[in-house]
């Protein structure tokens, strides 16, 4: 009667915890085998770690990495970590790609400190392991590539000093405190501009925050404190984007020479439309490119730099469809594909 | 009378499915990855790896086996974990050395165990919303303390907790492990031997009842929740130790591991069963499979619906258990 029931219930019970498991054998198996077929005849392989991998940005950088990984015949294996900027998640991450025991590692860090003593323990077991994208507060590097943001920071008060003729008021609004790339970025614009004695910088100590939301309220408070200026700067994306939202309600995009850092579709637009007149671009194909390439060298015995510059560059309006440009626009993801 | 009765044989073999259920999935995951995964998977060194990246799941497990014996659940320990990794940075930034900065940690996480208990206590609220609620407000504390950023902190011995290094670890394995193997032996004689864990059993199996025979159960939940969060708070501690930052973003969505872990050791989110060790293998179960798919090289997607898979099909099995025991 009844006695048989519950016995049978949980006998299938029992199997139902491997169910989901079993159910996902030809997925996994399925990944496996791609990757076995690539690495056929003992590639060197070298584990490539974004801060993640949703973002448009690190697709670029995978495009570069896959890219110098075909012209060397090495293979690259893309992992970021599972929860999109989570430093624990890429801690542990790094701590797998020691245990495959792959031959080198490219590591992006979430953060400077978090992820050192990971990239220590990749070290200490033979594995050499080159920085990029940002900074690690860690020696034992091979080599940090990733973009000069000093420089990218000259270039643009370079750039704004020549559109202004050498002559005017211009107005910098910061990113956010304790940021270093784009503290580096006020830096090198300021160091240009202080070039040209012709030039004053009325006001360089406001701070647009995180948000493009912050952006666009810091950017309205600096336009209403300062009726007339002839130039303006800000160092990242959503500063920039929200001082372009604020030039344009205030109808003032003509009649001030503007340039951003970084691009986006809305950017873009307004940069063609010539209400943004600069962007300074960088390079996240040649980032990864680069990268993958100063592992693969140090692993085959060769000198690399300890500080790969990846580039950047100053896109003026006129220049936008440039095939060099627009390489930068929108990288060619299709190696990605393949 | 002497001989065993059917239903006496029945509940044996309930037993051993809940007892060997873990170890069950634990072998296929392990199995499953040993044939699909690089060499390398079934290596000491991995052993050690996965055992230090189980300890924060797995001390966090420890008590949530009692809030979800007792019929309860808490969603809050993920936020707890960051709450206590950010209280113990700021008591190192202070220089009070690591000791203090850990109790400081510890602490940090037994108050969120004593909100949680005294709302779901005082105010006869499900412990499922008081437990969302403070999943956010932790969280924002945390980020409150750490002023919105990471909290830099000199991490003295409380990073070698964490390291499985040839000079700072014991016999082969991060002090971390040991201390989650210490407190899980402790928990589980908390659990078997002791008033405590009958009591939590009693209030996980039928509230009213235990209530008749004179459990304490108001001051036995606040205990419990308390016990929760001090357990989190301790993996916030050793979360600390192993990110050297206080960081107010980490182990966001771990509260799901936790359960999960408890979950696919054996216990029944209706309260009233719930192994330690059952939920130290699932934690290590949990972590394996994370491991595997990161050896393997597998696109973080599929990881993630792995998990999701995993999660749901323990609570599947939850629910066959529950439905089998009812019949029985």
């Known amino acids: ?338 | 009378m002497t001989s065993p009765s059917p239903s006496a044989r029945r509940t044996r073999l309930q037993q051993s499915l809940d007892t060997f259920g873990p170890f069950i999935g634990l072998a296929i995951v392990v199995i499953l990855f040993s044939i699909i995964a690089p060499s390398g998977f079934l290596s000491l060194y991995n052993a050690k790896t996965v055992a230090t990246q189980t300890v924060i799941v797995g001390l966090s497990a420890i008590g949530m086996v009692f809030v979800i014996r007792s019929g309860g659940i808490d969603l809050s320990v993920g936020s707890t974990i960051a709450l206590a990794s950010v209280a113990t940075a700021l008591g190192m930034r202070a220089g009070y050395g690591e000791i203090p900065s850990a109790l400081i940690g510890v602490s940090a996480g037994a108050l969120v165990g004593l909100v949680n208990g005294g709302l779901i206590t005082r105010l006869s609220l499900p412990p499922f919303i008081v437990t969302l609620g403070t999943l956010g407000a932790a969280r924002g504390v945390a980020k409150w303390l750490g002023d919105e950023q990471k909290v830099d902190a000199p991490s003295g011995w409380l990073q070698d907790a964490m390291s499985k290094s040839a000079d700072t670890s014991v016999l082969g394995l991060a002090p971390g492990v040991w201390l989650m193997i210490a407190c899980a032996g402790a928990a589980a004689i908390l659990l078997r031997v002791t008033v405590f864990g009958t009591w939590t059993t009693a209030i996980g199996s039928n509230e009213p009842t235990a209530r008749l025979c004179g459990v304490p159960v108001a001051r036995m939940k606040l205990a419990i929740y308390v016990l929760c969060g001090a357990a989190a708070g301790l993996a916030g501690v050793l979360q600390f130790g192993r990110l050297t930052v206080g960081d107010p973003t980490t182990a966001m969505g771990k509260e799901l591991d936790v359960i999960a872990a408890v979950v696919i050791g054996g216990a029944s989110l209706s309260g009233g069963t719930g192994t330690i060790l059952g939920a130290m293998i699932g934690a290590f179960l949990m972590a394996t499979l994370a491991n595997g798919c990161n050896l393997t090289g597998i696109p973080n997607y599929v990881q993630e619906i792995l998990i999701g898979a995993i999660i749901v099909g323990a609570v599947a099995l939850d629910g066959w258990r529950a439905r089998a025991r009812a019949a029985a």
Request: hydrophobic share 45%; proline share 4%.
């Open chain 1, 1 to 338: 009667m009844s006695t048989s029931t519950p016995a049978r219930a949980l006998r299938k019970a029992s199997t139902l915890l491997t169910l989901p498991l079993l159910a996902t054998l030809p997925v996994l198996l399925g990944a496996c085998g791609n990757e076995s077929e690539a690495g056929a005849e003992k590639a060197l392989q070298i584990a490539v770690i974004p801060k993640g991998t949703t973002h448009e940005y690190w697709k670029a950088v995978h495009a570069g990495a896959e890219g110098a990984a075909q012209e060397l015949g090495v293979q690259v294996v893309w992992k970021g970590p599972i929860k999109e900027d989570d430093r624990a998640a890429q801690v542990q991450v790094v701590e797998d790609f020691v245990v495959r025991g792959v031959d080198g590692i490219v590591l992006m860090p979430l953060d400077k400190v978090a992820l050192a003593p990971p990239a220590a323990e990749a070290h200490g077991r033979g594995i050499p392991v080159v920085i990029a994208d940002s900074d690690l507060d860690w020696k034992d590097r091979v080599s940090f590539v990733a973009t000069d943001n000093h420089h990218g920071g000259e270039l643009a008060g370079e750039a704004l000093a020549e559109m202004l003729g050498g002559d005017g008021r211009v107005i910098l609004l910061r990113y956010l405190e304790g940021s270093a790339s784009t503290a580096e970025r006020e830096q090198g614009f300021l160091d240009a501009i202080a070039k040209h004695d012709g030039i004053e910088v009325i006001s360089a100590n406001q701070y647009a925050g995180a948000s493009t939301e912050s952006a666009y309220k810091a950017s309205e408070d600096l336009l209403q404190s300062f009726p007339s200026f002839d130039g303006i700067f800000c160092p990242n994306e959503s500063a920039a984007f929200g001082m372009l939202r604020a030039l344009q309600d205030s109808g003032r995009t003509k009649t001030a020479k503007f340039i951003g850092f970084d691009a986006s579709e809305k950017l873009v637009a307004a940069l063609r439309e010539g209400e943004v007149d600069a962007l300074v671009l960088q390079d996240p194909v040649r980032m990864g490119d680069l990268a993958v390439r100063a592992c693969v060298d140090r692993i085959r015995g060769k000198a690399v730099e300890p500080r790969i510059d990846t580039g950047v560059v100053v896109v003026k309006s006129s220049e936008i469809d440039k095939p060099e440009v627009q390489a930068l626009l929108s990288p060619d993801l299709s190696i990605l594909n393949r």
